[in-house]
């Protein structure tokens, strides 16, 4: 298999965007990435496009056509893949297959969802599809509380504290204030988060991610190719995917995820890396004590340290290892589809040294951390830091 | 590139499953392609699932890895690729692409959709989001409206007859009385056809595909291995996808399919074949038009000369080419996302002389064609008849 990296990247503002639609929000995003790599639509060989619920939040399927569509550059294969909250990151492990593969050269892999099309309740059972629709959905369980249960097993079984919790969304949100294009530029202490309303005891509501509308893309290219198109590539060196029970009376233990850790396990195999030689990650934080799972299971505390880690100020954007420097799903905001794009771009700035105010320092090694629904599918991307043309 | 080969299929009866679910299905379908092939599940290394409107059909998303768990292989990646009634097709393509490129020596590819457990208008409803939800469907065009308009420009260009469509149909329903798993076994005439009511005019029930459960899987594995495990692999001597506008608004022409003639003249050249070297075909028949479409654009008929052909037999079973010897999406029924996957399980049959009373003679090359939506995608899969073990 070939080496692919990351050529070009390109976000669109994350929240509520009444004035844009579906189609000109993945076109803007696709366009930036496009031309930040100074490419053309002609040059783009194959889409990929992760996308989790457009049939239920805006009447649309065919999304690969769609974007090819729209972007201008029809007749190239365009695919869709879904993957629930880790449609994004499984479309890069497709582009990153395709150009590995030796099928293409050079590959677009959008993510996009707007979500504020219909009202939270719809918006909430579309979500809910990423669970198991016979035996929790339709009984009752909402997808926070499905977070909450495993909140609960963590609490009761490593002492980890509300207050814990909580420290991870003041980060983030603090994170975000330094991100222009996240959701909420606002800062919230951890008396805001105790003070807001349980949506699923032992989850607030500044616990959970939002409904956000929003898309990211990246250009990826075979890595030789890619050292003469552009100054700063950044290579993939790993990406791995792995699955687990839809429903969590499949699990093993509630108090991890399977598939993250065998993700991780083969990532680091792959890349040849362990869990300290990566200088900074994004993961995946649909509610804070997700953060604390996926800090825990890619091994970057032990299991039920994660917490404590977080209160004491480690994964801050200064600590030892900084976890979502873009704000994460929590404080830069969570378009379902576009959330594991979105996190290869905020790889690929940092890499960059472009990430502005929360640029980490010496950043050569990153790592981005995608899940499906309460853990059934997970992707795990390690990139490193290469020279291109001078 | 490696070269892949199909060693196993799996296909469910098509037809009215009230006593079987969405998930029973796929893993019927699974179980049938991993035991035909002498494997067990711990063998298959990866998972592409072709699904398109599960959110809509049953309220279930996280197809991928509903399969793997379903099956009992996880923690292996398993992907939903979506393509509209392409879906099955392009994850065909895409567990082509992961066995070529080195990835994972041996795939299964799995195809399904679950249509019948909403009412007819939400399937209608679902359907609709294969084409432009902004600019066709929202103003009140439906499914077979759209293929109705490229059905009058065909007539008035070429002289088509509503009798030329009618014959589609005729012989696909004949050819679905030799399919056990055919959803329908009845013979219809040209007179029962012209007598149906006008869906669409001048496209009447019996032009129509129908409403279907059911679900199909095929075992891919790279082919030095195949030779070895299989005594009758098929190999794909190509795999290949084009996009076009989602609204017909956007096509430069109504009376043909631009993605399938980019689809079949890159797998020609990708085989090294002609037309007429092609054996026999599975085409989309979404609507007895679409077929005559398919016909022209594959290259089997000089545009303009579908009708004609299929009204003079040509395509029959011991015509000139036999096109959907299985029945067709007319003739044994459209469960839009496992279409594509169960078009590969007729090559394959066909190519193990293990078609029964469908049987074509001599059959070395076989080719299928998969279209999504109104033309927007379209996928095109050539495969050879290869010895393996003895």
Redesign the interface.
């Known amino acids: 298999?070939r080496s692919v990296s990351i050529i070009g990247v390109g976000l669109t503002s994350f929240g509520e965007h009444w004035g844009k639609?579906f189609?000109e929000l993945i076109a803007e995003a696709g366009i930036l990435a496009i031309a930040g790599c100074n490419l053309e639509g002609k040059d783009i060989e194959a889409i990929y496009g992760g996308c989790?619920?457009?049939?239920?939040f805006?009447?649309?399927?065919?999304?690969?056509?769609?974007i090819?569509?729209q972007l201008g550059v029809?007749?190239?294969?365009?695919?869709?893949?879904?993957?629930?909250c880790a449609s994004g990151g499984?479309a890069l492990?497709?582009g990153y297959?395709?150009v590995?593969?030796?099928?293409h050269d050079i590959v677009a892999v959008g993510g996009i969802e707007k979500m504020t099309e219909v009202s939270t309740e719809q918006a909430g059972?579309?979500l809910?599809?990423?669970?198991?629709?016979?035996t929790e959905?339709?009984h009752g369980a909402t997808f926070p509380s499905l977070y909450a249960l495993m909140a609960r097993k963590h609490m009761k079984e490593f002492g980890t504290t509300e207050e814990q919790m909580a420290a991870c969304a003041v980060k983030n949100h603090k994170n975000a204030l330094l991100n222009p294009n996240a959701q909420f530029h606002r800062e919230v202490s951890i008396e805001d988060v105790m003070k807001s309303g349980y949506v699923a005891s032992p989850l607030k509501l500044l616990d959970c991610s939002p409904i956000t509308d929003g898309a990211a893309a990246v250009i990826l290219c075979e890595t030789k190719k890619a050292r003469k198109l552009c100054k700063n590539p950044v290579e993939i060196i790993a990406s791995?995917?792995?699955?687990?029970?839809?429903?969590l009376t499949?699990r093993k233990s509630l108090t991890e995820m399977?598939?993250t850790k065998?993700a991780a396990k083969q990532a680091y195999e792959h890349a040849k890396l362990k869990p300290k030689d990566i200088d900074f990650a994004e993961v995946h934080d649909c509610f804070t004590i997700a953060e604390i799972f996926a800090i825990e299971d890619l091994g970057f505390f032990k299991k039920g340290e994660g917490g404590k880690a977080t209160e004491a100020g480690k994964t801050g954007l200064n600590g030892e290892i900084p976890i979502n420097t873009s704000g994460g799903l929590k404080g830069k905001g969570h378009p379902v589809g576009a959330t594991g794009v979105a996190q290869a771009v905020e790889a690929f700035l940092q890499l960059n040294n472009a990430a502005e105010k929360r640029q980490v320092k010496n950043a050569n090694i990153g790592l981005t951390h995608n899940v499906?629904?309460s853990g059934?599918?997970a992707v795990v991307h390690i990139y490193k830091k290469i020279g291109g043309k001078k």
């Open positions: 298999m639609s189609r989790m619920a457009s049939g239920r805006i009447g649309q399927e065919h999304i690969g056509a769609l090819a569509d029809t007749p190239i294969p365009a695919t869709r893949v879904e993957a629930a499984v492990r497709s297959l395709a590995a593969s030796g099928a059972f579309a809910g599809g990423a669970g198991d629709q016979e959905l339709f791995t995917q792995a699955s687990d029970s839809l429903a499949g399977l598939a065998i499906g629904g059934a599918t």
